[in-house]
């Protein structure tokens, strides 16, 4: 099994300044569900917060729509609820696909942020097929060393891994990436043929209060990895 397949790329959070506010093109985030949403850019200013997204059709008679209940989650757990939706319908409204492949962009507005937010999550609260990104950074100095780090991370042996992410999450202080770090020393320690050192830093993960780190404990367990 190639090595690229388990250090989970990263984008470079690319921003410029404008007279109200910030944006940020195609920012870094840590993990996504379902596999076919993208997130372009995140636009915030004194008024709001505006996420545009993509999402690929990848099956015959397809439909997506989200749900009133999509929050913005803040680092201390506070929530922003969705005030307004365009380019996708409101559940149970449906956008139905008419071809594979085919692409629905669609733009997400939730309140303002407050000053000096560094990550947020967007998850979509409804009864099946939600949708969620989990550690979307906004913080330009930190997307340029995340995408070091993971390009170094696949040209590196899993040893030098378990090193590469240790030393990063010792050094790291936005807590938006942390679970995506123990997930990467992990499967760097069981590719590496350290199960010892997978288990307590598996265990570490399981103990700790990492954010959203039943949603990268399930992760690894998807891959095969428990302890």
């Given at each position: 099994?190639?090595?690229?397949?388990?250090?989970?790329?990263?984008?470079v959070a690319l921003w410029s300044l404008s007279i109200n506010g910030q944006t940020y093109m195609k920012p870094f985030y840590a993990?996504?569900?379902?596999?076919?949403?993208?997130?372009?850019?995140?636009?915030?200013?004194?008024?709001?917060?505006?996420?545009?997204?993509?999402?690929?059709?990848?099956?015959?008679?397809?439909?997506?729509?989200?749900?009133?209940?999509?929050?913005?989650?803040?680092?201390d757990k506070t929530r922003l609820r969705l005030s307004k939706a365009s380019g996708i319908p409101?559940?149970?409204?449906?956008?139905?696909?008419?071809?594979?492949?085919?692409?629905?962009?669609?733009?997400?507005v939730f309140p303002p942020l407050p000053e000096g937010t560094e990550w947020?999550?967007?998850?979509?609260?409804?009864?099946?097929?939600?949708?969620a990104i989990y550690g979307i950074i906004l913080d330009n100095d930190l997307s340029p060393r995340l995408e070091k780090l993971f390009s170094e991370a696949a040209e590196n042996s899993h040893e030098n891994n378990i090193v590469l992410f240790r030393k990063f999450l010792e050094e790291n202080t936005n807590r938006g990436v942390t679970g995506l770090i123990y997930v990467n020393i992990i499967v760097a320690a069981v590719e590496a043929g350290d199960k010892i050192e997978a288990g307590v830093w598996y265990k570490r993960l399981g103990a700790s209060d990492v954010p959203r780190k039943d949603i990268y404990l399930k992760l690894l367990n998807d891959k095969g990895i428990k302890f």
């Amino acid at each position: 099994m190639g090595k690229g397949r388990y250090y989970l790329l990263t984008v470079v959070a690319l921003w410029s300044l404008s007279i109200n506010g910030q944006t940020y093109m195609k920012p870094f985030y840590a993990t996504k569900s379902p596999e076919t949403i993208e997130l372009l850019r995140v636009e915030k200013s004194l008024q709001s917060t505006t996420f545009y997204l993509s999402v690929e059709n990848r099956v015959a008679g397809g439909y997506f729509c989200t749900d009133r209940r999509t929050y913005l989650y803040l680092p201390d757990k506070t929530r922003l609820r969705l005030s307004k939706a365009s380019g996708i319908p409101y559940c149970p409204e449906l956008h139905k696909f008419l071809d594979i492949g085919e692409k629905l962009q669609y733009e997400l507005v939730f309140p303002p942020l407050p000053e000096g937010t560094e990550w947020v999550d967007i998850v979509e609260e409804c009864g099946s097929n939600c949708y969620a990104i989990y550690g979307i950074i906004l913080d330009n100095d930190l997307s340029p060393r995340l995408e070091k780090l993971f390009s170094e991370a696949a040209e590196n042996s899993h040893e030098n891994n378990i090193v590469l992410f240790r030393k990063f999450l010792e050094e790291n202080t936005n807590r938006g990436v942390t679970g995506l770090i123990y997930v990467n020393i992990i499967v760097a320690a069981v590719e590496a043929g350290d199960k010892i050192e997978a288990g307590v830093w598996y265990k570490r993960l399981g103990a700790s209060d990492v954010p959203r780190k039943d949603i990268y404990l399930k992760l690894l367990n998807d891959k095969g990895i428990k302890f």
